[in-house]
C-alpha cells in the first residue's frame, strides 16, 4: 500500500513538474499573452481540468517554486553566520535570489525578462513573494527572541521582502538594495 501511495505521489510530482515545465518553454518561445491553458494542456497531454488543479491561474504555472523562496527566506535568518545581523542576511540572500541577472544562467535571464516584461506575471510573482512575510516575521521574531506578533518584526519582514520591487525600478538595483537594507539596519538617523 505504501508502494501506491509513492507512486501515486511521484506521478503527480512528475505531472506538476510537466506542466510548469512546459509552460514555462512555451512563455519563453512564444510570449506569455501568445499561449493558452488549452496550449500547455495540449502539450503536456493532460485536460485543462487537470492543468487547472495543479495550477489555478496561467500565472502559477511560473511561479511554482513558492515552497523552496519561503523556506530560503526563513533560512537566511535562522541559519546566518554569527555576527550578521538580519538585516545583513536578508539583503544578501535577497540580492542573491532576486536581482543579480548577471549571475543567473541565461535560462533564468530570460525566465527574468519574462516576469518583468509581463505585468501580469510581475504583479504575480510580486503577490506571491509578499506572501512570505508571515513566515519571515516569525522567524526574525524567534531569532531576536521577541513575541510572534511583535510589530517590529512583522514591520522588518515587509519592508525586506519590499527592497526587490523597489530595487528592480531603479538602474542599480545592487546599490538600491544596498541602501534599503542600510537603512533598515541603521535606521533613518544615521542617513
Known amino acids: 500500500m505504501t508502494a501506491t501511495v509513492g507512486r501515486r505521489e511521484r506521478k503527480k510530482a512528475a505531472t506538476r513538474k510537466a506542466l510548469a ?4 518553454n512555451l512563455f519563453l518561445e512564444r510570449g ?16 485543462t481540468t487537470t492543468l487547472l488543479k495543479y495550477f489555478p491561474t496561467k ?3 511560473v511561479f511554482d517554486e513558492d515552497t523552496e523562496q519561503e523556506a530560503g527566506l526563513v533560512a537566511a535568518v535562522s ?26 544562467d541565461t535560462r533564468f ?3 527574468a ?21 508571515d513566515a519571515l516575521a516569525h522567524a ?4 531576536t527572541g521577541s513575541r510572534p506578533d511583535d510589530c ?14 523597489f530595487a528592480q525600478r531603479t538602474d542599480d538595483p545592487e546599490r538600491a538594495m544596498d541602501t534599503a537594507f542600510a537603512l533598515l539596519q541603521d535606521g533613518w538617523g544615521a542617513v
Open 21 to 24: 515545465d512546459t509552460a514555462l
Open 32 to 47: 506569455y499573452d501568445n499561449v493558452t491553458i488549452r496550449d500547455i494542456a495540449d502539450a503536456v497531454d493532460v485536460s
Open 59 to 61: 500565472e502559477a504555472l
Open 79 to 104: 541559519d546566518r553566520p554569527e555576527g550578521q545581523s538580519i538585516p545583513q542576511a536578508l539583503c544578501a540572500h535577497i540580492k542573491r535570489v532576486r536581482t543579480r541577472p548577471g549571475d543567473w
Open 109 to 111: 535571464a530570460a525566465f
Open 113 to 133: 525578462r519574462l516576469v518583468n516584461d509581463t505585468p501580469a506575471l510581475s504583479e504575480y510573482g510580486h503577490r506571491m513573494w509578499m506572501r512570505h512575510q
Open 140 to 143: 526574525i521574531a524567534e531569532a
Open 152 to 165: 517590529r518584526c512583522a514591520a522588518l519582514a515587509h519592508f525586506a521582502l519590499e527592497t526587490s520591487a
